[in-house]
């Protein structure tokens, strides 16, 4: 149990449909994370929050669009995707500043299957 | 342009004996580095990190080295145990241009019993 919880964790969906991801975290931190890992491939950022600021999109398609209400919750939002969007989808957070280590704390992922 | 690499998709070593996974990078900017073990359809799990003005730092069986003339890092696991066989992932982040942490692709260690 890292702290950071993730909903759902498994996913299927239509390339037509809208479904939305959820990542929670209540460890005080106050920057959050959105990460793709699929197949053989190494773990692609796709955003990251900062104090609810975004402060990275790295050239992620529009049809995935993140939400960040506050520091404790992101979201992931999914429109028409594609096949190939199908991945595990892991969300992290950690704090910034201070005694921090870098560390990422990362949650159990969302399994996204796209028909 | 990968800036964190990690050159050996896998890795076989004896139960007991030292286990040696690398990692290199190509940017001066990152604070730290991390290693992060991973299980399928799990998250990644930290293991141990060090900062970028130090060379080494020790945590129980695993080691983690840092060369920043050669922008290279090591973790050394001994001795290693079956219950270690997993993805290892090294990752370096920085503080400052958006607080961004970039993953290697893993290693896959197997440790023979």
């Known amino acids: 149990e890292t702290g950071v919880t993730q909903t759902p964790r498994h996913l299927v969906m239509g390339m037509t449909n809208k479904k939305s991801l959820k990542c929670e975290q209540h460890?005080?931190?106050?920057?959050m994370y959105w990460y793709k890992q699929s197949a053989k491939k190494p773990l692609e950022l796709m955003f990251v929050?900062?104090?609810?600021?975004?402060?990275e999109n790295n050239s992620v398609p529009s049809r995935f669009s993140p939400e960040c209400p506050n520091s404790s919750h992101l979201f992931l939002h999914l429109h028409t995707l594609q096949p190939e969007d199908s991945a595990l989808y892991l969300c992290?957070?950690?704090?910034?500043?201070?005694?921090?280590?870098?560390?990422?704390?990362f949650g159990e992922g969302s399994r996204l299957t796209v028909l | 342009d990968q800036q964190v690499k990690q050159n050996s998709p896998s890795l076989s070593v004896q139960e007991g004996r030292i286990s040696i996974l690398n990692c290199d990078y190509t940017?001066?900017?990152?604070?730290?580095f991390l290693w992060y073990k991973k299980y399928p359809a799990e998250g990644p799990t930290f293991l141990i990190s060090?900062?970028?003005?130090?060379d080494k730092n020790e945590d129980g069986r695993f080691t983690v080295f840092l060369n920043k003339s050669a922008k290279h890092l090591s973790l050394h696991i001994v001795p290693s145990q079956p219950g270690d066989s997993a993805v290892y992932f090294c990752a370096a982040s920085a503080d400052t241009g958006g607080f961004k942490t970039i993953f290697g692709a893993g290693t896959r260690l197997f440790v023979k019993a």
């Open positions: 929050y900062n104090f609810k600021e975004q402060t």
């Open positions: 060090i900062s970028s003005i130090k």
């Open positions: 460890l005080g931190h106050n920057a």
């Open positions: 940017n001066s900017m990152f604070d730290y």
């Open positions: 992290a957070s950690r704090r910034r500043g201070g005694m921090n280590t870098g560390e990422l704390f």
